[in-house]
């Protein structure tokens, strides 16, 4: 088996020590199931930490439970989602969206994945027409699947929209710890101080070994999510496993920490890429991924020795993801791999 650390996803990365530790920790005796127990009390405590104490989260097993049962709670079978086309939403959840909520996408070119308000204001004069599917949510990935991140003005723009317009707004922050680095703000500043109404906020993808969270920043919202996220098999009976890795998340920089880390590798790998001619890095280098044109011909030797995915097959634009146990060797390594194969 090949455990070479790769450029492929950070889903691919491994398990922070401290995460191991909390899950160690929590294994010890036995605890109330469906998340009665001290361990999750501590995790939500850590949550309110950082958004503050009235609001709501929910604990689920994976990203597109926490991103497709989060608008459910929004939505009705008669309403629409605006998002992005190169959203986890429309490209990556096997039509959940649709089969779980009924919902219709209303799809957005992007060719950075940023949405923005020009874009969605010609699509809301449908309001009122018993014809047409109501649009009722704004979705938006952040760092987008781009790898570009917006800004905060960006966030709070989006969101006056929206509620200008009596819709909610739902942020998919599989990623919001490496956005929150890269911006060099807190978790807050960038949801519920912008305007974000329900985000998913995952931890997978940045030192945790499973779990995603719901955070509702309005009660209102959240009053029969219990009930949503069972009918959608996302209760978890041991959630003492789930919640003790986010105590440990959440604390003492953990997430901002392993965050900070993966940006950086992300910068170190495009300074050397763009030193080889032949490649051409094709967006903003603002979190964790680089999306870069390598010549065809050579696609395939290189992903025999470091796998990546393929992301547009015109050019082919290429996908590479550092994580938080990146190192400096990983990404020199690749290099020389790329380097020698290009040569020859």
Known sequence: MNHKRGFASDNNSGIHNKIIEAIQKANEGHCIAYGDDQF????????????????????????????????????????????????????????APENFLGTKLVIISSKDGKLRRSQIEPLLDVFGNEHRAQPKAISITQPTEMGTVYSIEEIKDLARLAHKNGMWFHMDGARIANAAASLGTDLKTITRDAGVDVLSLGGTKNGMMVGEAVVFFDKKISKDFKYIRKQGMQLGSKMRYLSAQFEAYLSDNLWLNNAKHANSMAKLLASELEKIAGITITQKVEANGVFAIIPQEHVKAIQKEYFFYVWIKEGPVVRLMTSWDTTEDDVIGFIKTLKKIMKN
């Open 40 to 95: 999750t009390e501590t995790a939500v405590d850590r949550f309110k930490e950082h958004f503050g104490d009235d609001i709501d989260v929910y604990f689920l097993f994976t990203g597109t439970a926490s991103n497709v049962l989060g608008l459910k709670a929004l939505t009705r079978s008669f309403h629409s989602i605006i998002c992005t086309e190169v959203s986890h939403l429309n490209v990556d959840e096997c039509g």
